[in-house]
């Protein structure tokens, strides 16, 4: 079993900046592809970014303006969000599997956060 915990959810104004972080206290993401999702109101949830150790992608609807990275030592990924838009208000949610390959599909991930709510105001 592993445990995530996103933080860095917020409101902030459209063209503003977030960060979020999600960790594993009990159990090290080493060997773990991660990804972010995100869900907004009435909407299924979509994938944001995915993460292995053979490299990233990233939705379209984000390209250029998010950026997932990891610490390994802080045993923590990220999401760096800038120029953020009003499109993206939702909860997102940080995953992960067991393997090494990433994957832009949220059936394949076993371990789920419990969200954190990220609102853009115009």
């Known amino acids: 079993q592993v445990q995530l915990i996103e933080s860095g959810g917020g409101l902030v104004q459209a063209e503003g900046s977030l960060r979020l972080s999600c960790t594993a206290p009990a159990r090290t993401l080493s060997g773990y592809s991660l990804g972010w999702f995100r869900q907004a109101p009435g909407k299924e949830r979509e994938f944001v970014a995915a993460?292995?150790?053979?490299?990233?992608n990233v939705a379209d609807s984000v390209k250029g303006r998010f950026t997932m990275s990891r610490d390994n030592d802080k045993n923590a990924v990220y999401l760096q969000m800038n120029s953020l838009k009003p499109e993206d208000t939702a909860v997102y949610y940080c995953?992960?599997?067991?393997?090494?390959?990433?994957?832009?599909?949220?059936?394949?991930?076993?371990?789920w956060g419990q969200g954190t709510q990220v609102t853009v105001s115009s």
């Open positions: 995953a992960a599997r067991p393997w090494y390959a990433r994957s832009t599909k949220s059936e394949d991930y076993i371990y």
């Open positions: 993460m292995s150790g053979g490299g990233t």
